[in-house]
């Protein structure tokens, strides 16, 4: 199976601030890969596909990027609605069982 | 409005069985690949499985925790996606989600996901 490993586990940082999380596949997954975000309570929501498509609706300083192994997340000016856990995903089609990294926790610093 | 709505979910004890189902709303519910999602408490997102659509032979893939004690069918009359769960563990415990790729070109990235439903395994 394809492993998944984000970094950092947590992260402090500031209204404005620019931040950004890396996402490591165990294999090349190509571009295959998606971010979510969620919040306590609720389920995720999709913000990245395809390693660097934003999703419909999603605010423009959100911004994937990476293929193959490694892919980032950034956020170019981190908003209070952006505390929140950030999860990477690999979809490749081509295999049999698709994986989340463990999640990044943005708090507010 | 496009949605999923899910139902089931409770207490169980180890060793028990237990049924969860996902209804589609808003969209051809037969042409998407349905998932199955879960959250252990205060831990991260674990993908449990997978259904293909019927032209994609309606195959399923599990996850190597619940291979073999999970079972994920679909009844695109009724718009359903299920999941039914035996053998249970302490572990299993966790909200689980079923979610889709309803927008164009997601191929795999999950749009819509169900509100979730807590299962508690315990004693």
């Known amino acids: 199976d394809i492993q998944m490993t984000q970094s950092p586990s947590t992260l402090s940082a500031s209204v404005g601030d620019r931040v950004t999380i890396t996402c490591r596949a165990s294999?090349?997954?190509?571009?295959?890969l998606a971010w979510y975000q969620q919040k306590p309570g609720k389920a995720p929501k999709l913000l990245i596909y395809k390693a660097s498509s934003l999703q419909s609706g999603v605010p423009s300083r959100f911004s994937g990027s990476g293929s193959g192994t490694e892919f980032t997340l950034t956020i170019s000016s981190l908003q209070s609605d952006d505390f929140a856990t950030y999860y990477c995903q690999q979809y490749n089609r081509y295999s049999p069982t698709w994986t989340f990294g463990q999640g990044t926790k943005v708090e507010i610093k | 409005e496009v949605q999923l709505v899910q139902s089931g979910g409770g207490l169980v004890k180890p060793g028990g069985s237990l049924r969860l189902s996902c209804a589609g709303s808003?969209?051809?519910?037969?042409?998407?690949?349905m998932t199955w999602v879960r959250q252990a408490p205060g831990k991260g997102l674990q993908w449990v499985g997978r259904?293909?659509?019927?032209?994609?032979?309606?195959?399923?893939d599990y996850a190597a925790p619940v291979k073999d004690r999970f079972t994920i069918s679909r009844d695109d009359s009724k718009n359903t996606v299920s999941l039914q769960m035996n053998s249970l563990r302490t572990e299993d415990t966790a909200v689980y989600y079923c979610?889709?790729?309803?927008?164009?070109?997601?191929?795999?990235?999950?749009?819509?996901w169900g509100q979730g439903t807590m299962v508690t395994v315990s004693s």
């Open positions: 259904i293909k659509h019927k032209p994609d032979g309606g195959t399923t």
């Open positions: 294999q090349s997954i190509s571009s295959w």
């Open positions: 979610a889709t790729d309803v927008g164009s070109g997601l191929e795999g990235a999950y749009d819509i």
């Open positions: 808003g969209f051809t519910f037969s042409n998407f690949w």
